[in-house]
Each structure stands twice: as structure tokens, then as C-alpha cells.
């Protein structure tokens, strides 16, 4: 089969499941029917053999798993697989945030901009109708007021032609597209800087709000949305943890608890990668902090720096002034950028939360808590308790032990598992509890794994490449743990859906080799070749030699044949007088031409040959 047909099946499979699932009164994704197909087929207990063609039964039986799992709307493990999703989706980083942001706002900017750079004016009314249009892109560029409200467009006018009048329209006109674009984008910086230095000078500004003020009520605020959500998580997947240790110790006895033991370890997963993302989410919100204060900075100095310059002057160079303009202009974008990222960052936040559902419907609001009591441990205290009996390297000398006073940078090493012990998730089937560091760091096969205590690190150790393996069969059983635990490096496998190649078959192997090729810069850096440097100690003593005889020569010039007309000439000439001579007159003769006949040369009837001579020769004085 082809490729294009193995990318039609596929597709048809991924369709009918997304029909089925419609027809059902639930809409799903294609992203989430494929990774909810690729989670089916992964797990061992469905018995997919991966290494042959599927059947129309196989198809079947495939299509009503996955439909089956897609339609328990009460299952914790679905909401987190949903949340795994829409989190892969929707987050990427900080500079790509900014960056899509950038296009979206020149996209709008793209029609305003032709309009401007292809107008073919005629009229005065035209000429003013490009004006307005000019300022309509500055406003619209800047994000500082509305190009509706007349007093914002009124400020933006006046400030554009102070550095812009009408009368260099025509000027503007004569520029090619490329250069018209770059003036608007440079006058756009330029009347920016101005509206803001009005405002701080509280001589204008209208429409501009007071974005660092905003920003510095709004960061605080969010972060602490994030902790209380982070802090509402940690504590569920504590209480989460602490009943799974006892439901799972054989030597406690403990009722039986009415929600299966599966559903509880789901819930577990469930907060903890909530937790995990919140994480991500509060560590970008703590740099967009840093960012704002260090924008904040360069604005006030670049302000009052600015002020110093035009302080008690009539008029400024604009060589001195643009710049300052500019720069004011930059740091306001850079803090827009903020503010637009803090509010992506606040959007995905709240739109985690229905992803909690399924486990929040579990247990009654405290009721975990209440039966628990005392018996929840939370990170610190597990911490505390762990560090108190650490590794020694000499017990497995065969594996290599990193340590706190031993290792530096130990604090910033990537942890296996996302931090999670990966004995105790083979042991206690499928409990997650965090990692100790402290204990000491196993550094296998070129990756760094924790526990959480000295016996789960010693067993570790003497089989890793064992429970590792353990560790990924646990993953085909709950697929929502390759990503909550970071193991797609593990699954590097599995092929998605859409990038399948071969058949029917949905498990591919890795490409090992591949067709590829790199281009280098040829000079990275400047060169820095003295064209004049000699390496030759004879060709010096040449040139010295040459240089030496020069001051005693005499300079000679000569003019040559493709010289001469480059100098320099002045000639001076008088003008011709009107003068005139007699001279002889010359004359001509025409002698005649001469005319003789001869007559009687070829005989005749007599044999005597009578030759007659004719002279018709005009005469010279006739």
C-alpha cells in the first residue's frame, strides 16, 4: 500500500471514531481521537499485534475501544489525556507567544499599509484623504488610543506633522514600495515616542492607557491565582498519595474504600500533571514579571534622559531627539507583548480547570481530608524524613552516584521521571511519589533518576535497565504518564497518524538513517587580512632599499597619448577679422575629341583594295 493510502485509511479510521463519538452527542477532536488511538494500541491488555497488517476486525475492534474510552465522560484518566492535549495545543514559548502575536497584528496592519503604498494621488483631496489614512496606520500600529476617537486622532495628527508635514507627500510618493513601508514603520516609532512623551509630560496622550501600572496589578494578581490553584492541586494529590499508601500496604488493614482502587490512581495522575503545567505556567508568569521590571527601568531612564535633552529648548536637532523617540517606542511594544502574554498565560490557566472535573466528583469537598487526618504527608515532610538516610556510592560500586557536595550544578540536573521515583511506581503499581535528590542521584545510560528513600535507590540500581523497561510497560496501561512523566523519548517509536508511512500499521520503527545536508557561512567572522603585511625579511630589505634611493630622485611627469585631454587647458584665441584678397581667375580649355574613319579595309568586288581615310576631328577654335 501506498503512502497516500495508508494516510487515507488512517484518516477514515480517525473519522469514524470523531462520527461515532458525534453521532453520541460528545465533538472530539482528530488530535485527541489519534492520541486516543495510539494509547489503545499501545496497551498490552488489548492484545494489537503491531507487527502485522490490521484486519477489518482489528478496525473494528479498534474503533469501539477507542469510542468506548471517549465516551466515559466520568473518567479521570480522559479529562487528563483532554488536558494533555489542549496544553500541547495551545502553549508553546514565551518568544513564540510574542512572535504569532507580531503576525497577527501585521497581518491587520497589511491592508491599511497597500492602501497607502499603492495610492495613486491626483487632488488635493486626495492628498489629504493619503494624510489621514497615515495616521490611521500610526494609530492603528501603536495600539495607543482609537482611530475613531477624534481627540486621539486630533494628538496623533499634530505629532505627525511635526515630524511629517503634508508637503512631504509628494516626496513620499517618488519612494518605491519597500521604502514607503519602512517610513511608515519609522514615522509610526517616531509619533509613538512623541504621544508618550506628552503623556509623561502631561501634555497630551489621550487614549493611552497606564500600561505599567496595569502590568503591575495584573502580575500579582495572576500569580496569585496560579499559587492557590498550584496550592488547591499539591494538597488534593497529597491526600490522593497518602490513600493510595494505605489502600496499597499490606500490613495496614483499611476498609474497603468505595471508589476502585484504578479510579483513585487516575485522580492522582489527574492533579499531579495539572500541578506539572501550573508550573509551567507560574515559571513563564515569574519571567513576564522580570521582563516588565526591566522594561519599566529602561523606560523611565530612556524618559527622563529625553527631558534633559529638550529641557527649556525651542528647538532640537532630530538627531538627538528621534532616537530617544524610538527607543521610548520599543520598550512600550515590549510592554504591550507582556501584557498580551500574561493574559495567554492567564487564559490557559482558567482553562484547565474543567479538565479537574471527573476526579473533583470523587470525594465530597473535605471528605478525604477528614478520614486521613493526620496520616497526610506533604512534600516537606516526606523531604525531611528521606534526607535523613543517604546513599552511600560504595554500596553499588558498579553504578555511578551523584551527590549534593559532590556535583556541581547539582540542583539544575534533568530528572527522570519529571522527579518522580521509578521504583516506587513499579512497586506500589503505579503510585507516584516525588524523588529525594538529597538521598543521591543515579546517573545511568547518560540520565539522572531519584528516589524516594535509600532502599528504593539501592534496588533501583542493581537492576535500572529492568524497572526502566517496568516503568514503560506501566505507561502502556495509563497512557496520560508518557507525558506526565516525560517519556516520549521512550515511545520514540510510535509514529503519530499523520506522519505514518508504511500500510496500515501503527507502530513504525525508527528512521535511523536519513538524506541530509548543512550549509555553512564561508567567513563567520570579519577578516582581518593586512594586505600589506611581508612575511619576507629579503623583500623588506628590497622595499627599504627601494623607499631609501626615493629621497634622493627627482620627480619626473610626462604627458602620454591617454593623458593629455585630462588635464587641465586654457587657451586664449583672438577672432577673425573680416578680410578679403583678390586672386587670379582660373581657366579651362577643352580639347576636341579625335574622329577618324577608315573605309574600304575588307575589299570588295575588285581584287585591288581601295582604302578611303575620313578625318571628322573638330577643329580646335571653333
Known amino acids: 500500500m501506498s503512502r497516500a493510502q495508508a494516510e487515507s485509511v488512517i484518516k477514515n479510521i480517525i473519522r469514524e471514531i470523531a462520527q461515532e463519538c458525534a453521532g453520541k452527542g460528545h465533538a472530539v477532536s482528530e488530535t485527541l481521537v489519534a492520541f486516543m488511538v495510539k494509547a489503545v494500541v ?57 512572535e504569532e502575536h507580531q503576525r497577527v497584528v501585521q497581518s491587520r496592519l497589511v491592508p491599511v499599509s497597500r492602501e497607502i503604498t499603492d495610492s495613486r494621488v491626483k487632488t488635493r483631496e486626495d492628498l489629504e484623504a493619503l494624510y489621514h489614512k497615515i495616521v490611521s496606520y500610526v494609530l492603528l500600529r501603536s495600539g495607543l488610543g482609537s482611530y475613531t476617537d477624534i481627540t486621539t486622532v486630533r494628538e496623533a495628527t499634530a505629532a505627525l506633522q511635526s515630524v511629517f508635514p503634508q508637503s512631504e507627500l509628494g516626496t513620499f510618493m517618488s519612494l518605491i514600495k519597500k521604502d514607503k513601508e519602512q517610513q511608515l514603520n519609522d514615522l509610526s516609532m517616531i509619533v509613538t515616542g512623541i504621544r508618550l512623551f506628552n503623556k509623561d509630560s502631561r501634555k497630551g496622550g489621550e487614549g493611552i492607557d497606564d500600561l ?14 496560579i499559587e492557590w490553584e498550584l496550592e488547591l492541586s499539591q494538597s488534593l494529590a497529597w491526600q490522593y498519595t497518602s490513600w493510595l499508601e494505605r489502600l496499597l500496604d499490606p500490613e495496614v488493614e483499611t476498609r474497603e474504600c468505595i471508589v476502585p482502587l484504578d479510579m483513585l490512581k487516575q485522580a492522582l495522575y489527574n492533579v499531579r500533571q495539572h500541578e506539572a503545567f501550573l508550573k509551567v505556567i507560574l515559571a513563564d508568569v515569574i519571567l513576564c514579571a522580570k521582563q516588565v521590571e526591566t522594561l519599566q527601568t529602561e523606560l523611565a531612564t530612556r524618559m527622563k534622559l529625553l527631558r534633559v535633552t529638550v529641557h527649556s529648548k525651542t528647538a532640537v536637532p ?39 472535573a471527573a476526579q473533583s466528583q470523587l470525594f465530597p469537598d473535605g471528605q478525604l481530608e477528614d478520614i486521613l487526618g493526620s496520616e ?28 549534593p557536595e559532590t556535583t556541581a550544578n547539582f540542583d539544575k540536573l534533568p530528572l527522570q521521571y519529571n522527579g518522580i521515583c521509578g521504583y516506587t511506581l513499579v512497586k506500589k503499581d503505579g503510585l507516584l511519589l516525588p524523588g529525594n535528590p538529597s538521598i543521591g542521584v543515579l546517573k545511568h545510560r547518560e ?35 508518557i507525558q506526565l512523566l516525560q517519556l516520549h523519548q521512550q515511545f520514540a517509536c510510535v509514529t503519530p497518524y499523520p506522519e505514518m508511512q508504511s500500510g496500515e500499521r501503527l507502530l513504525v520503527k525508527p528512521i535511523t538513517k536519513c538524506d541530509s545536508s548543512t550549509q555553512t557561512d564561508t567567513h563567520l567572522l570579519e577578516t582581518n587580512i593586512v594586505k600589506s603585511y611581508e612575511w619576507n625579511e629579503w623583500e623588506l630589505r628590497r622595499k627599504a632599499i627601494k623607499l631609501a634611493n626615493l629621497r634622493s630622485k627627482v620627480t619626473h611627469s610626462m604627458q602620454t597619448n591617454l593623458s593629455h585631454m585630462r588635464r587641465d587647458n ?17 581657366g579651362n580649355s577643352n580639347v576636341p575629341k579625335p574622329q577618324v574613319y577608315l573605309a574600304g579595309l575588307r575589299g570588295g568586288k575588285t581584287k585591288t583594295t581601295h582604302m578611303i581615310k575620313t578625318n571628322l576631328t573638330r577643329s580646335v577654335n571653333e
Open 42 to 98: 499501545l496497551d498490552p491488555r488489548n492484545l494489537f499485534n503491531v507487527d502485522r497488517t490490521l484486519t477489518k476486525q482489528d478496525v473494528r475492534k479498534l474503533v469501539e475501544l477507542c469510542v468506548e474510552k471517549l465516551m466515559d465522560q466520568g473518567s479521570p484518566a480522559l479529562d487528563t489525556i483532554k488536558m494533555q492535549v489542549y496544553f500541547d495545543m495551545n502553549y508553546t514559548s514565551r518568544r513564540e507567544f510574542i
Open 212 to 225: 505599567p501600572a496595569i502590568l503591575n496589578e495584573a502580575i500579582p494578581s495572576t500569580s496569585k491565582d
Open 318 to 356: 532630530t538627531a538627538q531627539v528621534f532616537p530617544h523617540f524610538t527607543a521610548l517606542a520599543k520598550f512600550w511594544s515590549g510592554l504591550q507583548d507582556e501584557m498580551v502574554l500574561l493574559s495567554i498565560l492567564r487564559n490557559i490557566m482558567e482553562n484547565l480547570q474543567p479538565f479537574l
Open 376 to 403: 497526610i504527608k506533604k512534600y516537606e515532610q516526606r523531604m525531611k524524613e528521606s534526607s535523613e538516610n543517604r546513599i552511600d556510592p560504595y554500596e553499588i560500586k558498579t553504578q555511578e552516584w551523584l551527590l
Open 447 to 481: 540520565k539522572y533518576y531519584v528516589f524516594s528513600s535509600k532502599e528504593a535507590a539501592l534496588r533501583f540500581g542493581s537492576k535500572p535497565d529492568e524497572y526502566i523497561a517496568h516503568v514503560a510497560e506501566k505507561a502502556k496501561q495509563s497512557p496520560e504518564l
Open 570 to 586: 586654457i587657451t586664449q584665441t583672438y577672432l577673425l577679422e573680416d578680410v578679403a584678397c583678390q586672386s587670379k581667375r582660373d
